[in-house]
C-alpha cells in the first residue's frame, strides 16, 4: 500500500493511500477523503452480520476484493495532510485536484466513485460541486449541505452548537496535539460544560484559545450571522451549484434523528429538478450513521429499521449502486426509500425502550405524489384542529436567554457530550444537561406553549414536510420561535404518564424571517409571520395525538438568543422577552400535514 503525498493547486501536499486489486488494471476508483484519519477506524463501516468496524486498511479491502482501486486522504490540515485546516472551505477545490490526479494515474480506468459519511460525504458533496474529471457515481452518506446556513452550521439564523463540540473534540486530534503534549494537556484540560454556558466567545477566551486556528474558523463560523456571500461558497452551498454539479449518479442517505436530512432531500430534489445524474433519497430512523441499528435514543423501531433488512448490508448496496455506473449493470433501486416510523404497541421492549416500530415505503419522489394536504389551526385554548378559530386568540410567554429550554433528543450529530440524538420522552431527567428538579415534562414550562389535536379516531400517516405558519410577536429588538413535532402515546401499564415522543424539531431567528441576508431589527409588538417545516415519516395511530410544541429555545442543540439585537456571537447582554404567538382568524398560526393515505 503506497502513500503519495499528492500536491494540490497552491503546493500544498496531502497524504494519500492507494490499495489496488490484483491484477494488471486499470480500474474503477473509489475515493473517500475525510479529516478523521485515513487510515482509522470507521465506526459505522459495519453490518449487523459483522458487526465489528473496519479501518481504513479493512474497507479498502472490501472494495478492492471487487475489482476496484481505492484512494484515501486526509483532508488538508489533518493527520498525513500538509496546509491549514479550515473546515469545510478547503475541499471543493482540493477535491477536483485529487481527481485530476486520479485520472492521471495509469491504474484508473477514467472512473471515479465517491464515498464518504458525515464530513466525508461535505468533501465528496464539496468536489461535486465543481464537476472534476472522472467522478461518475456518489454515495452522500449524512452530510454534504445543500444550504449550511438553513440548516447543518446553522439553522434559519440560529447557531448549531455541535460544531463547537466537534471543533474542541478535532482539535485534540489535530496533527498540532498530536505532536505537542503541552497544546494537547491543555485542550484536554478544558471542560465543555462549564465553557457551554459563557457564549458567545470571544478570541483568546474560549476553550480554544490553545489552537488559534481552530478558534478562528469556529468564531468566523459563529459571528457570520447574516447569510452573505460566506455562505454561498462551495462546500457549504450545494444548491448555488447545481447547474454546474458533477453528473454522477447519487444516493442521497440520511436519518430521522440526524442533522442532515434537510442536506439530503434538498440535494435529491434540487439535483433531480436541474437534470444532472440519477438521483436516489434513503431516510431511516436512525442517529447519524447508525444504520444498522433499530434503536434511536430511547425509541425502539422494530425488526424492519436496520438497512440490512432490505439492502443485504450497507457495502453490498454501494457495490451494486457503483456497478450500475461502472458497468452499466441494471440498477432497480427505487428513486426514493424511507422509513416510516409508528404502528408499534407503544409498550415497552424487554430492552426497556418504547415500541414505537415501523416500516419501508418506496415511491418516486419526495414527497410522494400522493400526499394531500391537512390544515389543523393552532386555539389559543390548545387544541389542534381543522375548525379555524372565529375569537380573538393571543398566547405570550417570557422567554428568559439565562433558563433556556433544554434539549432532550432530536435530530443532530456530535453534540457529545452535551446532548444525546434521538427520540426520547419530553421530560425533564438529570441525564439531559440543563434540566432541573422537579424533572417534570416540558410541556410544564411556562415558556413552552401545547396544542394538541383530541385522540385520534384514524390513523393518520403523515409523509413529507410538515408546514409550520406562525404569527408572531416580541416585545424587544430580536428573539428566537422555536417548534416541536410530538406523537403523544396513550397511557397504558408501561408507561402510565403516557410518552410524548419527539419526532422532529426547528427554529427560526426573527431577525432572519423575511430575508436572511438582510436582518431586521423587530419593533416592539411588530406582527411577523414566520413559516418552518420538518421533513418526517411517521403513522400516527388511533388514540395518539398529535402535538406541537413552540417556544423560544432549545439548548444546547442551538445557541440561545439574547433577545437584544446585538450582532450574532458578539452579546454581552441579555433580556427577558415576552414573546407571543397569535391563534385568531386574521393571523391563523397553523399546521399542514402531508397526509398519505393507508
Known amino acids: 500500500m503506497p502513500t503519495e503525498m ?235 451549484f447545481y447547474h454546474r454539479f458533477s453528473r454522477a449518479d447519487c444516493v442521497h442517505m440520511s436519518s430521522w434523528f440526524d442533522a442532515y436530512v434537510p442536506t439530503a432531500i434538498g440535494n435529491f430534489c434540487g439535483l433531480s429538478a436541474a437534470g444532472r445524474g440519477r438521483q436516489r433519497l434513503i431516510l431511516g430512523p436512525w442517529t447519524h450513521g447508525d444504520r444498522s441499528g433499530r434503536v434511536a435514543g430511547d425509541v425502539d423501531f422494530g425488526p424492519e429499521a436496520p438497512i440490512d433488512s432490505w439492502a443485504g448490508d450497507w457495502l453490498s448496496y454501494r457495490l451494486r449502486h457503483f456497478e450500475a455506473a461502472t458497468q452499466g449493470t441494471a440498477n432497480t433501486e427505487p428513486p426514493v426509500r424511507v422509513f416510516v416510523m409508528g404502528g408499534g404497541s407503544g409498550r415497552r421492549t424487554e430492552a426497556g425502550h418504547l415500541d414505537h416500530g415501523g416500516r419501508w415505503i418506496t415511491a418516486t419522489d419526495w414527497p410522494p405524489a400522493e400526499v394531500a394536504p391537512q390544515v389543523l389551526h393552532l386555539h389559543a385554548d390548545g387544541r389542534l384542529d381543522a375548525e379555524a378559530s372565529d375569537n380573538g386568540g393571543a398566547l405570550a410567554f417570557d422567554f428568559d436567554p439565562a433558563n433556556p429550554v433544554p434539549t432532550i433528543g432530536g435530530s443532530f450529530a456530535s453534540l457529545e457530550p452535551l446532548a444525546v440524538a434521538g427520540s426520547f420522552d419530553q421530560v425533564e431527567s438529570p441525564e439531559f444537561f440543563g434540566c432541573r428538579p422537579p424533572y417534570l415534562p416540558l410541556a410544564s414550562r411556562p415558556d413552552v406553549l401545547v396544542f394538541q389535536t383530541a385522540p385520534l379516531a384514524d390513523a393518520v400517516q403523515v409523509v413529507g414536510r410538515v408546514e409550520f405558519e406562525l404569527w408572531v410577536a416580541t416585545n424587544g429588538p430580536d428573539t428566537d420561535f422555536t417548534v416541536k413535532l410530538i406523537d403523544v402515546h396513550p397511557a397504558n401499564a408501561d408507561y402510565p404518564r403516557g410518552y410524548a415522543m419527539l419526532l422532529g424539531d426547528t427554529i427560526q431567528r426573527l431577525r432572519y424571517a423575511e430575508d436572511p441576508g438582510d436582518p431586521q431589527i423587530r419593533r416592539p409588538g411588530e406582527v411577523v409571520r414566520i413559516r418552518l417545516g420538518i421533513n418526517i415519516a411517521n403513522l400516527f395511530l388511533p388514540g395518539h395525538r398529535i402535538r406541537i410544541d413552540v417556544s423560544s429555545s432549545n439548548f444546547p442543540k442551538f445557541d440561545v438568543n439574547p433577545n437584544t439585537g446585538e450582532p450574532d456571537g458578539m452579546s454581552r447582554r441579555h433580556r427577558v422577552a415576552v414573546n407571543t404567538v397569535f391563534c385568531d382568524r386574521g393571523r391563523p398560526s397553523r399546521v399542514t400535514l402531508p397526509v398519505l393515505p393507508l
Request: with cysteine; proline share 7%; aromatic share 8%.
Open 6 to 240: 499528492v500536491a494540490m493547486r497552491d503546493g500544498v501536499r496531502l497524504a494519500t493511500d492507494i490499495y489496488l486489486p490484483e491484477g494488471t488494471g486499470p480500474w474503477p476508483v473509489v475515493l473517500e477523503r475525510t479529516p478523521y484519519g485515513r487510515a482509522a477506524i470507521r465506526r459505522s463501516e459495519l453490518s449487523q452480520a459483522e458487526p465489528a468496524p473496519v479501518d481504513g486498511p479493512g474497507l479498502a479491502a472490501r472494495f478492492t476484493a471487487r475489482g476496484y482501486a481505492v484512494v484515501l486522504q486526509d483532508c488538508r490540515g489533518r493527520h498525513g495532510s500538509e496546509g491549514r485546516f479550515v473546515k469545510y472551505l478547503a475541499d471543493a477545490e482540493d477535491g477536483v485536484d485529487t481527481c485530476q490526479w486520479i485520472t492521471s494515474q495509469p491504474w484508473c480506468d477514467g472512473h471515479i466513485c465517491t464515498i464518504g459519511l458525515s464530513y466525508g460525504a461535505h468533501a465528496a458533496a464539496a468536489l461535486g460541486c465543481l464537476d472534476p474529471p472522472g467522478v461518475i457515481a456518489q454515495v452522500l452518506d449524512s452530510g454534504g449541505f445543500n444550504d449550511a446556513w438553513t440548516s447543518g452550521i446553522r439553522h434559519n439564523g440560529a447557531f448549531e452548537l455541535r460544531h463547537i463540540t466537534w471543533a474542541l473534540r478535532e482539535a485534540r486530534q489535530s496533527p498540532e496535539a498530536l505532536a505537542d503534549p503541552v497544546l494537547r494537556a491543555a485542550l484536554e484540560a478544558e471542560d465543555i460544560h462549564a465553557w457551554i454556558t459563557r457564549l458567545p466567545w470571544r478570541p483568546g477566551h474560549s476553550p480554544l484559545r490553545h489552537h488559534p486556528d481552530y478558534e478562528a474558523y469556529l468564531l468566523d463560523q459563529l459571528r457570520h450571522g447574516p447569510r452573505d456571500g460566506f455562505w454561498k461558497q462551495a462546500g457549504i452551498w450545494a444548491e448555488g
